[in-house]
């Protein structure tokens, strides 16, 4: 396309003047917020960046670390459940044998025996076991009524001490015949035994001389 030099103005009239100081007026604006856009980023602190140190199973937490540390929590107990111990168990178990041979004639096999014989075994064990409890434990009736006789069992009863059976249908209270008026430990009252003692062993094995 051919370009006509007459049709180019040779002078500048007041619109085109107008026009270039305000095209100069923005470049020197623009030039002045570059200068200070820098001017404010060379002042402005910088953020030192630490690097992130992976700990290695074989290295040992560092105070610094405590929260990064995993709390472990220990599983808590059932409530209202408590450990017995063995011993007064296995020291009464040992009266039995001593007074009674109890375990001896528990480890016995009686099938080849004549009734005879092992009615005769009974009566000596039921005496010594009788003079264990008397000697140790004093017993008590968890009711006091006769066995056999009407009873009525409130809301609210101990099922601990009373086992019902039968049909039983509803909530209490319960009516019906007491069957077996139970036991209740009273008093118990062991021999003390020294902390050498091994009371895992009932009976002493037996050598004559």
Do not use: Y
Not at 16 to 32: C, K, P
Not at 116 to 130: F, L, M, N, Y
Not at 165 to 191: D, K, N, Q, Y
């Amino acid at each position: 396309m051919p370009i006509d030099l007459n049709a180019i103005p040779t002078t500048l009239d007041a619109v085109h003047v107008a026009l270039a100081a305000l095209a100069g007026l923005l470049l020197v604006l623009s030039i002045l917020l570059a200068i200070v856009s820098a001017f404010a980023l060379s002042r402005r602190p910088r953020a030192v960046t630490e690097p992130v140190r992976v700990s290695t199973p074989a290295e040992k937490p560092t105070p610094s670390a405590k929260l990064a540390t995993p709390v472990r929590v220990e599983p808590s107990r059932p409530v209202g459940v408590k450990e017995a111990t063995p011993d007064a168990a296995l020291q009464l178990l040992g009266l039995l044998q001593q007074e009674a041979r109890f375990v001896d004639f528990l480890q016995e096999n009686i099938a080849s025996h004549a009734d005879a014989d092992i009615g005769a075994a009974v009566r000596v064990v039921h005496e010594g076991c009788r003079k264990v409890l008397k000697q140790h434990l004093e017993l008590e009736p968890v009711r006091p009524e006769s066995e056999g006789s009407r009873i009525t069992l409130p809301q609210g009863f101990d099922a601990s001490s009373v086992r019902v059976s039968g049909h039983i249908v509803g909530a209490p209270p319960f009516t019906g015949t007491l069957i077996h008026r139970g036991w209740r430990v009273s008093r118990i009252t062991l021999p003390k035994l020294s902390e050498s003692h091994d009371a895992r062993v009932l009976a002493p094995a037996e050598v004559e001389l």
